[in-house]
């Protein structure tokens, strides 16, 4: 059995219902991916998530939540800590995010990691910049060092940097940081726009000439509505996406784009239909309001 190994911080999410009252759910990016890829993937592949709860009711809930989904988790427990959460409020139609996850016990997921549980080679170990992002700079790095090894031993790194640099104490640490993690990583799931924005990338082309020198063997630049560039094997190729007509919530368009991507590429489908995959899942995300539509 292939396995997919999510790593990162998922929290407490207050939506509000057409009335105004909240809805209580989870959700955060990596753990997105995670439920997306369990959705997609047959029995032939096994998802699990990497973090850390505490040892309060909403840790339990949590817990319980990934396992009713079907992912395994790997949650080390820490005493006394709780998880994060976010709100979202919805005025004139616009959506704002507000979060409470400076103290919650994800930042700590690194603290004594060794060893990638239940992986071997093949098998797709994936995290994002938000993941880096929550952790304190030792944390970071012991990660990165992890996936490293784990790189070595034959394990397929996938890594979305998902740059957001208000989780930062400025960008060029992010970027720095970024770009530390594009080095341990195979298979780097970069946003143009976001890219743009904080690497002055002038095209996707450039994106992936980024990371490629950085040693990221396959590198998918997502566009939003555009056609995704992959670059792998000395190649380039453009994968064809239509705008879509109706977009009702982008929120883990690049989630889920990443679920059925990675998924597809466990089944071993050539990059270019991995690519597809990934779009039309991102499709049908954004044809509905959450994080975590049935798709
Ligand atoms: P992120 O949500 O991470 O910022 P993007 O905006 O680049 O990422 O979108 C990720 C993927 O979602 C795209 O590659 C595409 O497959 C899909 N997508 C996003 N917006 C649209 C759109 N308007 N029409 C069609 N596909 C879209």
Redesign the pocket.
């Known amino acids: 059995m292939k396995r997919l190994l999510a790593i990162g911080e998922c929290m407490i999410e207050l939506a509000p219902d057409a009335a105004g009252k909240f809805d209580m759910g989870f959700a955060g990016d990596t753990f997105n991916t995670a439920w997306y890829a369990r959705r997609l993937a047959g029995d032939q592949i096994s998802v699990g998530y990497l973090s850390a709860v505490g040892d309060d009711e909403p840790s339990h809930r949590m817990t319980a939540f990934m396992e009713d989904a079907g992912i395994k988790p790997h949650l080390a427990k820490r005493v006394g800590r709780s998880v994060g959460l976010y709100m979202i409020s919805l005025k004139n139609g616009e959506r704002s995010f507000s979060y409470w996850r400076d103290s919650s016990a994800a930042r700590t997921l690194a603290d004594d990691l060794t060893v990638l549980p239940d992986l071997q080679a093949g098998d797709v170990a994936y995290f994002s910049g938000i993941t880096l992002a929550v952790l304190p700079a030792a944390g970071r790095r012991t990660l990165l060092d992890v996936l490293s090894k784990a790189r070595g031993d034959g394990i397929q790194i996938a890594f ?1 940097p ?1 740059l957001r640099p208000r989780l930062w104490s400025d960008s060029q640490t992010m970027c720095d940081w970024i770009m530390q993690a594009a080095s341990v990583s195979d298979i780097a799931l970069p ?4 890219e743009q924005t904080f690497f002055g990338d002038t095209n996707p082309a450039k994106t992936a000439d980024r990371y490629s020198a950085a040693g990221v063997t396959t590198v998918i630049v ?4 555009r056609d ?1 560039l992959i670059r792998y094997a000395g190649r380039e190729e453009l994968v064809p ?4 007509r109706t ?1 009702i919530d ?1 929120t ?6 990443n679920a059925g991507y990675l998924v597809a590429k466990l089944q071993e489908h050539p990059d270019a239909s991995a690519v597809a995959e ?2 039309a899942v ?2 049908k995300v ?1 044809a509905a309001r959450g994080a975590l539509v049935e798709v």
Not at 241 to 244: I, Q, T, V
């Open positions: 979305d998902n946003s143009f726009e976001d997502k566009d939003g509505p995704v996406n239509d705008p879509a977009v982008t883990a368009a690049g989630d889920s784009f990934g779009c991102a499709r954004i």
